[in-house]
Nanobody
Framework: VQLQASGGGLVQAGNSLKLSCAVSGSALSLYSVAWFRQAPGKEREFVSALNWSGGSLRYYAESLKGRFTISRDSAKNTVFLQMNSLIPEDTAVYYC?????????????????WGQGTQVTVSS
């Protein structure tokens, strides 16, 4: 399984950004696809996840509910992260990850495949 994250950039606070994660390879066996982020000097943290097999369940970090939305284009095997009302504290490298063991896990160790990350910088 290969993951390719894209869509990061430099935005001003209050603006929006939409990240994409293209999933390729043996994707049928996946349970979850998620977004994590890591700010300089901080640990990687969970952002959001969805079940790869389908359904409406979405998982979010409590602090990000209402601003971030995860979605999927099944035909294109792509997962999106819509980020609204961005604040400087959202500045981080955003990674997409995929797992074969658990659905909706918020733990990085439960994910088997990782993309290369895309930088998001929010200026004040």
């Amino acid at each position: 399984v290969q993951l390719q994250a894209s869509g990061g950039g430099l935005v001003q606070a209050g603006n929006s950004l939409k990240l994409s994660c293209a999933v390729s390879g043996s994707a049928l066996s996946l349970y979850s696809v998620a977004w994590f982020r890591q700010a300089p000097g901080k640990e990687r943290e969970f952002v959001s996840a969805l079940n790869w097999s389908g359904g409406s369940l979405r998982y979010y970090a409590e602090s990000l509910k209402g601003r971030f939305t995860i979605s999927r284009d099944s035909a294109k095997n792509t997962v999106f992260l819509q980020m609204n009302s961005l604040i400087p504290e959202d500045t981080a490298v955003y990674y997409c990850a995929a797992g074969r063991r658990l659905r909706g896990s918020k733990r990085a160790q439960d994910y088997d495949y990782w993309g290369q990350g895309t930088q998001v910088t929010v200026s004040s």
